[in-house]
């Protein structure tokens, strides 16, 4: 597991850490937990489209900044 979370956080060369990659994972932990507030704690409905959406919207972003900042990765 802590392999897994290393190749997620670090760059091409698996040791250098990568604020963007960070920033991507914790977007979408802070996402669900948001999500999670809101049906649990507040009893307001579920809007999966909504969800999707956004979730939708923030890969993409993501994605738009690893390619952008592809040319720039550390080598292993």
């Known amino acids: ?3 897994f979370i290393r190749h997620i956080l670090t760059g091409e060369d698996n040791e250098t850490h990568d604020v963007g990659r960070v920033l991507a994972v914790l977007s979408v932990l802070v996402g669900l937990g948001l999500q999670i507030f809101v049906v649990v ?5 579920f809007d999966l489209t909504a969800f999707g959406g956004g979730t939708a ?3 993409a972003g993501i994605g738009a ?4 900042k592809k ?3 550390p080598k292993p």
């Not at 704690?41 to 409905?45: D, S, T």
């Open 65 to 68: 900044l690893l390619w952008m």
């Open 41 to 45: 704690w507040r009893n307001q409905p």
């Open 1 to 3: 597991m802590k392999d």
């Open 71 to 73: 040319d720039t990765e």
């Open 57 to 59: 919207a923030l890969f």
